[in-house]
């Protein structure tokens, strides 16, 4: 049996996970100097933002943390007036979460904050280059959650990844029918 050696320094799973990180931390740079807000408390806003009333519980399993370790977080976004507790109307014991005035007021400046980063990580890569990178890390996903039975939903509602999907695979045949690309 031949053993491919396996080169870790140019491995795929390598530069997606260096891609991935390099982009949180911009992101996360971005967004604590334009609005005092960390990436973690982004991500919670954003999932509290896509699903109002959530519950403590499912925010935590959205972002893969331990239900007891959200508290923190949630107390911080609380105490920064980005976030508001309510008891569950059926069951005390639950909180649901909210997003303030305060924080729908800061939304446009944190969506200002991803578009911000996108334009610089897009720098000298052209939109059709985009478009086969976007197909490929989704197909990639795809096959990926296939193939393991994985729940990487990350805060977005599942049909929206699939379609998705549906449309950058439509985009990519249409250009590459037109051109092949380099």
């Not at 649901?96 to 305060?102: F, H």
Request: aromatic share 6%; proline share 1%; charged share 30%.
């Amino acid at each position: 049996m031949t053993v491919t050696k396996y080169d870790y320094e140019n491995s795929l799973g390598r530069k997606i996970v260096l891609a991935s990180k390099t982009v949180q931390q911009a992101f996360d740079f971005e967004l604590q100097n334009r609005v005092d807000v960390t990436l973690a408390q982004w991500r919670a806003i954003n999932i509290i933002r896509l699903q109002h009333g959530i519950t403590q519980r499912e925010i935590a399993n959205k972002l893969g943390l331990d239900a007891s370790s959200i508290i923190p977080l949630i107390d911080r976004l609380e105490r920064k007036e980005l976030v508001r507790r309510q008891a569950d109307a059926d069951d005390r014991r639950i909180n649901r979460l909210y997003l303030t005035e305060r924080t729908e007021s800061l939304l446009d400046s944190m969506f200002a904050c991803a578009v911000s980063v996108k334009k610089i990580l897009a720098k000298d890569i052209s939109d059709d280059q985009l478009s086969v990178l976007q197909y490929c890390l989704e197909r990639i996903i795809q096959n990926l959650v296939s193939h393991y039975k994985l729940d990487v939903t990350c805060g977005v509602e599942p049909s929206v990844q699939s379609s998705s999907l549906r449309t950058s695979s439509k985009l990519l045949r249409n250009k590459t029918t037109k051109r092949s690309f380099k």
